[in-house]
């Protein structure tokens, strides 16, 4: 059964930093593609970066510059380095991973708040 689990959000002042980690487990295919969605309350799911074998990476407008999206293929890890972070990006951030067999997973969410 695949599982993916994110760590690493909590409370940050804002112009803070957060690294966020994402561990995927429990597949037989190796990862084609990643990304990092957040949702703030009351808002929809909206997409922060991605990350695709042997492509490059993208990033929403809001957090080129400060965010850096990154993976260990060996360790089946993906990460999100969030540098500079505002009050307005408080929000869940979840783990999305994609494998080669075409599917896709969700993360759990973790929690990121960002006090002013």
């Known amino acids: 059964q695949v599982q993916l689990v994110e760590s690493g959000g909590g409370l940050v002042q804002a112009g803070g930093s957060l690294r966020l980690s994402c561990a995927a487990s429990g597949s037989g295919f190796s990862i084609s593609g990643a990304g990092w969605y957040r949702q703030a309350p009351g808002k929809q799911r909206e997409l922060v970066a991605t990350?695709?074998?042997?492509?490059?990476?993208n990033y929403a407008g809001s957090v080129k510059g400060r965010f850096t999206i990154s993976r260990d293929n060996a360790k089946n890890m993906v990460y999100l380095q969030m540098n500079n972070l505002k009050p307005e990006e408080a929000a869940v951030y979840y783990c999305?991973?994609?494998?080669?067999?075409?599917?896709?997973?969700w993360g759990q969410g973790t929690q990121v708040t960002v006090s002013s």
């Open positions: 990350i695709v074998t042997n492509g490059p990476r």
């Open positions: 999305n991973v994609m494998y080669y067999s075409g599917t896709t997973y």
